[in-house]
């Protein structure tokens, strides 16, 4: 994990906005939107540091889900299937960098949370990304995303 926190992370997230913003990433958001990620660095109801904490949580208690894109890019990028998936994916989410958060270009609802970064369990850097659906009380995580990042979904370098 990361040794930012708290406002170093949110002003991390806030400035990363900023930069793709100047890039036209987020053409496609509506004016609420844009505004919003603008403001917090990031779009929906969690901050990507405490979205990470829950898809690890869900995904160790096993109630998070893994889409058959999930599976189907972990078997094609990464040779990896059955239980070798789960126990790679619970190693990944202990990796993920919470400044690693990019905020998405294609829209769906809720926002899903993307992060691009180096990932030294699959030995490359990777686009991975979670969409947090269902309630305050009771979300449920659902894994989308995880394969080696393709053009026009670039990290931003610091």
Same mark, same amino acid.
């Given at each position: @994990?990361?040794?930012?926190?708290?406002?170093? =992370?949110?002003?991390? /997230?806030?400035?990363?906005?900023?930069?793709?913003?100047?890039?036209?990433?987020?053409?496609? #958001?509506?004016?609420?939107?844009?505004?919003?990620?603008? +403001? +917090?660095?990031?779009?929906?109801? #969690?901050?990507?540091?405490?979205?990470?904490? @829950?898809?690890?949580?869900?995904?160790?208690?096993?109630?998070?889900?893994?889409?058959? +894109? *999930?599976?189907?890019?972990?078997?094609?990028?990464?040779?990896?299937?059955?239980?070798?998936?789960?126990?790679?994916?619970?190693?990944? =989410?202990?990796?993920?960098?919470?400044?690693?958060?990019?905020?998405?270009?294609? =829209?769906?609802?809720?926002?899903? $949370?993307? *992060?691009?970064?180096?990932?030294?369990?699959?030995? $490359?850097?990777?686009?991975?990304?979670?969409?947090?659906?269902?309630?305050?009380?009771?979300?449920?995580?659902?894994? /989308?995303? $995880?394969?080696?990042?393709? #053009?026009?979904?670039?990290?931003?370098?610091?």
């Amino acid at each position: @994990m990361s040794a930012l926190v708290g406002k170093g =992370l949110r002003d991390r /997230w806030i400035a990363n906005a900023e930069r793709l913003d100047k890039k036209e990433h987020f053409a496609s #958001y509506s004016t609420k939107q844009r505004d919003e990620v603008l +403001k +917090k660095g990031f779009l929906g109801r #969690y901050p990507p540091d405490q979205a990470i904490r @829950m898809a690890r949580e869900q995904a160790e208690r096993g109630h998070g889900l893994r889409t058959g +894109k *999930f599976n189907d890019e972990m078997r094609e990028h990464f040779q990896l299937a059955g239980a070798e998936v789960r126990d790679r994916l619970l190693q990944v =989410l202990d990796e993920i960098p919470p400044e690693s958060y990019q905020p998405p270009i294609e =829209l769906d609802e809720p926002p899903g $949370c993307p *992060f691009i970064f180096r990932c030294s369990v699959l030995g $490359c850097e990777i686009y991975f990304k979670f969409q947090i659906v269902g309630t305050a009380k009771k979300p449920q995580v659902l894994f /989308w995303s $995880c394969h080696p990042p393709r #053009y026009g979904i670039k990290r931003e370098e610091s």
